[in-house]
């Protein structure tokens, strides 16, 4: 078994008085997806936080490659090659989809003082990646990023991150806001980064999203680790439950048709 790439140990966080994240304890393996459910306000922006260098945990450890490695900053996680991918993706609307690829770190022509943006090779090279993930419909880089379909732009967002080296991905709730179809492109996305040896932190609130993708599963409610289980060990409704914090969504379900029936 490959060791994790990634791991928090004992991680506590606390704002002032508010004790946010208690006693986490996870971790992700190169071509494993870790799925992170949790309902609203579990404290799973908090974590995502933490393994992306925003936030220092008040106590415990990160550990990348078995080796205690504080994040003091986004850019430290991202030299150790952990890139965060937001809902939207973070692109750049008004920007085309070359340059948005590039921003940062954009190719240049040309000598000294008459360096200009190589637009044509930018275009080429982010074109390129985009369609490796199977989204071949991406075929001109001069297009504008606002033009894309939100599952177009997490794809792009994933294969930029990817195609500059990183290890470990976190897609912070990439389906949330997406149509189905869109949000299984996404998800063939994710099981690609990871067929390409990447550690994936998925956030999600979806059951069903997460069931497709994920191979080990943690459940997070107010700040703890309430669940920690593999592929196939629990059943949607399962899961389900446990999200809902123990109360049976099922029970409910039919509490509420029952009533709706009388009505
Ligand atoms: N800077 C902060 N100061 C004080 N409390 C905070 C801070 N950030 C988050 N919290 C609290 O921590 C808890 C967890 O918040 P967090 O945003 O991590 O949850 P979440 O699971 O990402 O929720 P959502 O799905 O709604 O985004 C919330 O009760 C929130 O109010």
């Known amino acids: 078994m490959s060791n994790p790439i990634l791991a928090l140990r004992a991680v506590n966080k606390s704002f002032g008085p508010i004790d946010v994240l208690h006693d986490i304890t996870l971790e992700v393996k190169a071509g494993e997806v870790l799925c992170?459910?949790?309902?609203?306000?579990a404290g799973k922006s908090t974590l995502i936080k933490i393994?992306?260098?925003?936030?220092?945990?008040?106590?415990?450890?990160?550990?990348?490659?078995?080796?205690a490695c504080p994040?003091?900053?986004?850019?430290a996680a991202s030299e150790q090659g952990i890139a965060t991918v937001h809902q939207f993706g973070g692109t750049f609307p008004l920007m085309s989809i070359g340059r948005s690829f590039f921003v940062g770190v954009e190719p240049t022509k040309g000598w000294g003082p008459f360096k200009v943006y190589d637009r044509r090779r930018a275009n080429a090279i982010a074109v390129k990646a985009v369609q490796e993930f199977g989204i071949t419909r991406i075929d001109d880089g001069d297009r504008l990023v606002g033009g894309l379909s939100g599952g177009e732009r997490q794809s792009l967002a994933i294969a930029r991150a990817v195609h500059f080296g990183a290890r470990v991905l976190i897609l912070d709730e990439p389906t949330a806001a997406l149509g189905?179809?869109?949000a299984t492109h996404v998800l063939r996305i994710v099981n690609e980064a990871k067929r390409r040896g990447l550690a994936v932190v998925f956030i999600t609130h979806q059951v069903m999203h997460a069931m497709a993708v994920g191979d080990h599963f943690a459940v997070l409610i107010r700040g703890a680790v309430a669940a920690d289980f593999k592929k196939g060990e629990k059943t949607r409704e399962e899961i389900t439950d446990l999200m809902a914090g123990g109360a049976s969504m099922a029970s409910?379900?039919?509490?509420?048709?029952?009533?709706?029936?009388?009505?």
Do not use: T, Y
């Not at 992170?36 to 306000?41: F, I, K, P, S, V």
């Not at 509490?255 to 709706?260: D, F, K, L, V």
């Open 36 to 41: 992170l459910l949790g309902d609203n306000g």
């Open 252 to 263: 409910l379900e039919a509490e509420i048709e029952s009533q709706m029936a009388q009505a």
């Open 71 to 75: 994040l003091p900053s986004p850019r």
């Open 180 to 182: 189905v179809k869109q």
């Open 51 to 67: 393994m992306s260098g925003v936030h220092q945990p008040s106590s415990g450890v990160i550990e990348i490659d078995g080796v």
